[in-house]
């Protein structure tokens, strides 16, 4: 067997208390790039100074490429090394300028990490280390420099040639070449530099500042998807405009440009003034995308539009800071996609994908603070806790300074820390000085891995008519922690009348800090419910001594919808938890709570829908000492049937309601009403309803819209019968050139609840359209089958199995997409010894594959150690 901690000793590991700042920075760079996706050329121009008295050579990180010419001061150098990949130059003086002269292959770079050709464009990525892969360069956020670009490309094949900041001048050369030159007045770390070069046509807008700057957009598409960019452009305008309104935050340069690229790694890339995007990030059409990809593109556009501020004008020192940028740029475009829609809505989405990715994530071997300590590779730390758990902590610091006071808190982080590398501690000193607070205590967020469970007990002495709140918290063991003190848990909560549904008394924010508290609450004149947590407030779990029976009342009547959706979703919870523990469960409060929701008229649409759906297999598996896969299947299964055939009458009024809207329209109601119609088909299919299948059927021919289609193709591919298949082939056909809704085709099946799901899943890793080359296809096969518990966890292994191949091979690849999708075989400790033990000889075959990635490398071995 495979010693896991002799191996992981052996590659890099980097630690935050090691630290240093650069020995050189580089104020000025001119980069010259001869295009070619065979062989491009970089020529670099570093005028370097220096910043530590010792250092007597500068080391320029690199990417495997060599130098042809290193000159110092015009003069040719052959004293230097390589070590590393990296450049090691002997340097003397002060201040010297280096050039440097490498040739890439972008159309060879299967990472997409530095350079690389994709669909015909060059384009770039380089956060986190990838600009070491085009040119040597101190590659750390910490090394601030100006850029100045020129790029030169044969002019047919590349018209358009884009980089960050503005242009300056373009022209012709003889032989069917062009050129174009780029500045970027801002000093940026490298890992903001970005060009592109390819046939693109632009769908182009203006705006206007609020000090009166007028800025050029363009979207930048192939021609043939111009027509699917009016809905980023119309985001990106509102992002602006509401960055300005909320944050005081304007944009500083002439243009912004955002480019959609096919191969993409991550969702998309924040560049300054040239953000690149993952197209399905910004083509959207009602035929092609779905309401839920209309909003992913209006958050992402928003997202790396706000990280103009946070993230570039204030960067990061080092990567461990990463969630400086990332956790307050995703509270950021959380606060705006609830201003343009129900707020209510958009939380409990954000909290359902909060405890989807994050929690499991927090409780497993790959469990690290927001602030990590240590890593071997960094693209592995682009995760939930940094992104989501760390805008939950940036959120609990808006909920106790109160609007005004966390505004003067950012006020102060932007103007102190502008142009400068920032880390997470500056950032809560000045919400600290900001807010006049003291956020001592509140540090912990940032250090301490996993989710504090609080316990919160409610007794009522009704001839006292009072009410004690016993609180407790605890903050379970992480891998290298294991005692930790009492974090700060700001808890919103209220009572309410369980007689009378009437609150008793304003809600409270109480700040849990110590390990217990008692709070008192008097004129408690009816037995009281308690609603706690409300907006989720603290992300953490909470258990309650609260009654099925409490839970229902609560979930009609407690006033914060998402403590609603909450009671709901405990109730639902509790109910399939006791199914799968005592074989079978009670479903009548459960029916009778959706029901009640179901006929309240005050209720809109979108939040009725998220209300009446049952938790993930996968949540319900959280919640259990060892997840049984096939037994959670079958309760809340059985639940769903039930509530099906008892509210049959109620899903088809629904279902019609909704289906008399008119022709499409993106807009919250009719969004909310698509919502509850899909919903609502689901559970009259559930119900085995003989014309279930016919109506489905139906909408999904006459769907004028994605959402419509697409959720009539889930429930058909759900369902028992053959047109299925018909369905199938259809949306094949009429899609096969969209690669986008291809991606829908594959994940759908692959998500499908159905006992052939493994089979259908590895038949369709041979279909012809099947590719691991592009990241989006690889998640929608590999990765959405290994989020379905029920197939990806088949008794014999055959899905830990097919998981691990695909990755041996991706890895091979590109190891940075490989190794995201690691962390379900890494949880085989939630499962029962035969399983575990499938897992873990999955995880250990990747491992022993000779020349594993050190991306890979570090997810696997950490897997199995943690
Ligand atoms: N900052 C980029 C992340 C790129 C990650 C590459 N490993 C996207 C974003 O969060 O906005
Ligand atoms: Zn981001």
Redesign the pocket.
């Known amino acids: 067997m495979l010693d896991v901690n002799a191996a992981l000793a052996q590659p890099h590991v980097t630690r935050r208390d090691a630290y240093r700042a650069p020995d050189w920075l580089v104020p000025q760079i001119d980069l010259d790039f001869d295009l070619d996706p065979a062989a491009t050329r970089v020529r670099a121009r570093l005028q370097v100074v220096r910043n530590e008295a010792d250092a007597s050579a500068i080391r320029l990180d690199g990417g495997g490429q060599s130098p042809v010419s290193v000159t110092v001061d015009g003069v040719a150098r052959s004293d230097w090394s390589i070590d590393d990949g990296a450049l090691i130059i002997p340097l003397a003086g002060d201040a010297h300028l280096i050039e440097t002269d490498v040739t890439i292959a972008p159309e060879r770079n299967t990472q997409l990490m530095g350079l690389y050709a994709s669909g015909g464009l060059l384009c770039t ?1 380089c ?2 280390e990838g600009f070491r892969r085009i040119t040597f360069f101190p590659d750390r956020p910490d090394v601030l420099s100006r850029y100045f670009v020129r790029m030169t490309a044969d002019k047919e094949r590349y018209p358009v040639l884009l980089a960050n900041g503005d242009p300056i001048d373009s022209g012709d050369l003889p032989d069917g070449r062009h050129w174009a030159e780029w500045r970027d007045p801002f000093p940026k770390p490298s890992y903001l530099f970005a060009m592109v070069a390819g046939d693109l046509v632009a769908n182009r807008a203006s705006f206007t500042t609020r000090s009166g700057r007028q800025v050029a957009l363009g979207i930048w598409v192939r021609a043939s998807d111009l027509a699917k960019t009016g809905h980023a452009l119309a985001a990106l305008q509102t992002a602006m405009k509401w960055d300005e309104d909320v944050y005081g935050r304007e944009y500083d340069l002439d243009v912004f440009n955002i480019v959609a690229v096919d191969d993409f ?6 560049n300054k003034g040239l953000n690149i995007f993952n197209s399905r990030y910004i083509l959207a059409d009602p035929d092609t995308a779905t309401d839920y990809d209309f909003d992913g593109v209006s958050a992402v556009v928003a ?2 539009y706000f ?1 103009n501020w946070s ?1 570039n004008r204030v960067t990061c020192r080092d990567w461990f800071q990463l969630s400086l940028k ?1 956790g307050f ?1 995703v509270f950021r475009d959380q606060s705006f996609s609830a201003d343009q829609g129900s707020a209510a809505v958009k939380r409990i989405e954000d909290v359902r994908a909060l405890r989807a990715a994050q929690f499991p994530e927090d409780a497993g071997p790959l469990a690290h603070p927001v602030r990590p300590e240590s890593y071997i590779e960094i ?1 592995n730390f ?1 995760t939930a806790t940094i ?1 989501n758990k760390g805008a939950e902590v940036i959120r609990m610091m808006a909920t106790m300074l109160g609007a005004e006071r966390f505004r003067a808190g950012t006020d102060l982080y932007f103007d102190r820390f502008d142009g400068t590398a920032a880390t997470c501690e500056d950032f809560v000193a000045c919400m600290e000085e900001g807010g006049a607070v003291d956020f001592a205590q509140f540090r912990h967020w940032y250090s301490q891995a996993g989710t504090p469970r609080v316990t919160a007990t409610l007794r009522h002495d009704a001839a006292a008519g009072t009410a004690l709140l016993k609180l407790s918290q605890m903050v379970p063991p992480t891998p290298d922690q294991s005692s930790k003190p009492a974090m700060v848990l700001p808890l919103r909560l209220k009572l309410f009348g369980s007689d009378t549904g009437r609150p008793m008394g304003d809600e409270q924010l109480v700040l849990l800090d110590s390990p217990s508290a008692d709070i008192m609450f008097d004129k408690v004149t009816e037995p009281p419910l308690l609603s706690i947590n409300r907006q989720f407030s603290a992300p953490v779990i909470v258990e309650t001594n609260r009654s099925p029976a409490d839970l229902a009342r609560l979930s009609a009547c407690d006033d914060d919808p998402f403590a609603r959706y909450e009671a709901m979703q405990q109730l639902m919870l509790d109910t399939i938890v006791a199914s799968v523990t005592h074989g079978r469960g009670d479903h009548a409060a459960v029916i009778a709570a959706i029901a009640e929701t179901l006929d309240d008229p005050a209720l809109d649409p979108a939040f009725v829908a998220e209300a009446v759906l049952l938790p993930a297999d996968s949540f319900i598996g959280d919640q259990l000492a060892v997840v049984d896969p096939e037994a959670i299947f079958r309760a809340r299964d059985a639940l769903r049937r039930e509530i099906g055939r008892t509210l049959e009458t109620k899903w088809r009024a629904a279902y019609a309601q909704a289906a008399a809207l008119g022709p499409f329209e993106y807009s919250p109601v009719a969004k909310g009403h698509r919502r509850l119609k899909s919903v609502s088909l689901g559970y009259i299919a559930a119900s085995g309803a003989g014309d279930a299948d016919s109506i489905a059927f139906a909408q999904f021919e006459a769907a004028d819209n994605m959402t419509d289609r697409q959720g009539a193709l889930t429930t058909l591919v759900n369902g028992q019968s053959n047109t299925r298949v018909a369905a199938l082939d259809i949306f094949y056909n009429r899609y096969s050139d969209n690669p986008l809704v291809l991606d829908k085709w594959f994940s759908t099946q692959a998500l499908a609840s159905r006992e052939d799901t493994p089979t259908i899943v590895f038949d369709l890793a041979h279909h012809r359209d099947f590719t691991l080359a592009n990241p989006n296809r690889a998640r929608a096969l590999v990765g959405a089958f290994s989020v379905n518990q029920r197939a990806f966890h088949a008794a014999d292994g055959r899905g830990y199995r097919f998981v691990a191949d695909q990755l041996i091979a991706l890895d091979k690849l590109n190891p ?1 997409t490989a190794a995201k999708l690691v962390p379900p075989l890494g949880r085989w400790k939630r499962f029962n010894p035969e399983r575990a033990a499938l897992m873990r000889a999955e995880l250990e075959r990747i491992l022993a594959v000779p020349g594993v990635s050190r991306d890979m490398f570090e997810q696997a071995s950490r897997s199995l150690t943690g």
């Open positions: 990525q956060e986190a790694n991550f969702g998309a890339m924040e997202h790396e990280h993230g990332e740029t693209s682009y992104y940075q």
